[in-house]
């Protein structure tokens, strides 16, 4: 039986003389891009001290290598749905990789920590716009069926870059130079540039509407203004005039926000996602795995490298293999479980496991053995990849092309503000608790009870994961039945028997 024809943007490509499904051709794009901005979220920390020391900055100057980035990416995530819709989704991931690769050289040539930070808040323009935009023509181009092995591929990113930064900063910092931090973005910029240019088909929404100032100002200005006061206020203390005051803003205007954004035709974000039950439950389970997440991320390679006395290198070897985990559960959750059991089950499983085994974390003293770190991490991991791929994949099940740019940009914004939440109050908890065990006691006497202020903290990260499992019983395995049609593999005729 003859084929229908397949709509333009779902046409095979051919590459080096072969041909591919489309849908396999964004997955590239998006994986360079998406690779390259998560992993400067992490890459960075191990090298904090070495820069400290060559540019002669202070603590608070130095955290805003770190803070800069960051805040400028809350800044640009807001409004990369709506770039991508009126301009094209080719022309803005373009834009953003050459944004982001010329960003990443300038910051290797920094000559003073005043330029290195004007230049990672550079960068963060780039990688605002990279993840929401991706993930947008990734959706595009994955019918709702097939979305589940779409998630495991954003899934396994979102945890191995994160995951494998320090260990490559470390090694870098050790053996080479800080610069190459930067450097190392720059070959995997320029295949992703040529890559997406070549290959890529641009897509725009006529729904798009003209730009909403009121929602950028608002949106970014208050995103970025709730990551700085969650950022600051465990080490500046809570009743800190500063922290205060920027959190009072930004609840004001995050609240402004909404009531300005609902009653737009054209909205920069479209806050009415959120009042369908089957993106939001998703994203608040995936707020508090994402909080989870990253908030051990940050905990765990300071307990390392402080009391415990690894090196950078070292660190990064033990907390990467979480990564393995991941990917090990990935392809057979997206595959293989999710169209059986569904995203409301697995989604619940995942944070109890990934519960269970950050709870493990409460004895692992100075002189455990690293390898029973790492087994943690590649068992912690496990539950990580069963829990990423049904909530991404249940969140966008309904979501239909022209709104696939903005729920990204919700997605997004959501994730960013789990990590700066997870690692705030797993932040607040370790110094509270260290502050009131160590008290005046100082050198081995002290040792024990900040060891001990650590294994608190990382309490924290468990109890957030038990929360999860309970906000995931909230989500329908009705709502994204779309998503769990099992792919049946088609039978080779037999001959008939004459």
Known sequence: ??????????????????????????????????FMDILDTTIVNVALPTLRTEFGADVNTIEWVVTGYLLSLALWIPCSGWLGDRYGTKKIFVFALITFTIASVLCGAAWNIESLIAFRLLQGVGGGMLTPVGTAMLFRAYPPAERPRAASLTSSITVLAPAIGPLIGGSLVEFANWRWIFFVNLPIGIVGIWFSMRYLRDHTEPTAGSFDIPGFVLSGAGLAALLFGLAEGPERGWTSPLVIAVLVAAV?????????????????????LLKDRAFATPNV????????????????????????????????????????????????????????IGPRRLAMFGMAWTGLLTAAFYWVQVDTNPWWIRGLMISRGLGMGMTFIPLQAAAFAQITPERSGRASALYSAQRQAGAAVGVAALATIFLTRRDALVGSLEGAAALPKT????????????????????????????????????????????????
Do not use: C, N, W
């Not at 300005?260 to 806050?271: A, G, M, Q, S, Y």
């Not at 990064?316 to 999710?338: C, D, E, K, M, N």
């Not at 990260?461 to 039945?481: K, N």
């Open 252 to 272: 004001a205007m995050l609240v402004t926000l909404v009531v300005v954004e609902t009653r737009k035709r054209f909205p920069l974000l479209d806050l009415s």
């Open 451 to 498: 060891v001990a202020a650590y294994h608190q903290a990382m309490m924290g990260a468990a109890l957030m994961s038990i929360i999860g499992v309970v906000a995931a019983s909230f989500i329908r395995d009705s709502d994204a039945a779309a998503t769990m049609v099992r792919r049946v593999k088609p039978k080779r005729s037999e001959p008939v028997a004459g």
């Open 1 to 34: 039986m003859t084929q229908a024809p397949q709509p333009a943007g779902e046409a095979p490509v051919q590459v080096g003389g072969r041909t591919y499904p489309y849908k396999y051709i964004v997955a590239v794009a998006f994986v360079l891009g998406f």
């Open 285 to 340: 389970v995936s707020f508090l795995s994402f909080g989870a997440l990253m908030g051990l991320f940050f905990l765990l390679p300071q307990f390392l490298q402080g009391p415990a006395g690894y090196s950078p290198l070292r660190s990064g070897l033990t907390t990467a293999p979480q990564a393995v985990g991941v990917i090990l559960s990935a392809r057979i959750t997206g595959t293989y479980l999710y169209p059986r």
